[in-house]
C-alpha cells in the first residue's frame, strides 16, 4: 500500500439500447453523488432528461457530437428520458437504474 496516494474512483459505465438508438452513461461516484456523462446514437443535439426516483428532474443538452454531463445526481434510482425528434424515431426512455 502507497501512503498519499489518491486513486479515483473507476466509472461504471451503462449501455441502453433499441433497435435505432444507443444511450452510454458512465457513472462517477463523488463524496455526496454522482457525476454522469452521456452519450446517445445516432449523435444529435438533443435533451436529456434525468429523473430520479425520488427528486427534481434534471434537464441537460447533448450538443451535436451527442454527448452531455450531468453533475451532482443524487444517488438511487434514476431513467433518462432523450427527447430525439420524430423523424429519428422519438422519444426514448431507458429502463430504471440503481446508480
Given at each position: 500500500?502507497?501512503?498519499?496516494?489518491?486513486?479515483?474512483?473507476?466509472?461504471?459505465?451503462?449501455?441502453?439500447?433499441?433497435?435505432?438508438?444507443?444511450?452510454?452513461?458512465?457513472?462517477?461516484?463523488?463524496?455526496?453523488?454522482?457525476?454522469?456523462?452521456?452519450?446517445?446514437t445516432?449523435?444529435?443535439?438533443?435533451?436529456?432528461?434525468?429523473?430520479?426516483?425520488?427528486?427534481?428532474?434534471r434537464?441537460?443538452?447533448?450538443?451535436?457530437?451527442?454527448?452531455?454531463?450531468?453533475?451532482?445526481?443524487?444517488?438511487?434510482p434514476?431513467?433518462?428520458?432523450?427527447?430525439?425528434?420524430?423523424?429519428?424515431?422519438?422519444?426514448?426512455?431507458?429502463?430504471?437504474?440503481?446508480?
Open positions: 500500500m502507497t501512503l498519499g496516494t489518491n486513486t479515483p474512483p473507476a466509472a461504471r459505465l451503462l449501455r441502453f439500447t433499441t433497435a435505432n438508438h444507443t444511450v452510454t452513461v458512465s457513472v462517477t461516484t463523488k463524496t455526496q453523488s454522482v457525476a454522469l456523462a452521456i452519450a446517445v445516432p449523435a444529435e443535439a438533443v435533451d436529456i432528461d434525468v429523473r430520479p426516483l425520488q427528486g427534481e428532474v434537464h441537460v443538452h447533448a450538443n451535436h457530437r451527442g454527448t452531455a454531463a450531468c453533475d451532482s445526481v443524487a444517488r438511487g434514476i431513467s433518462l428520458l432523450i427527447h430525439w425528434p420524430w423523424s429519428a424515431g422519438g422519444p426514448v426512455r431507458t429502463s430504471w437504474t440503481q446508480v
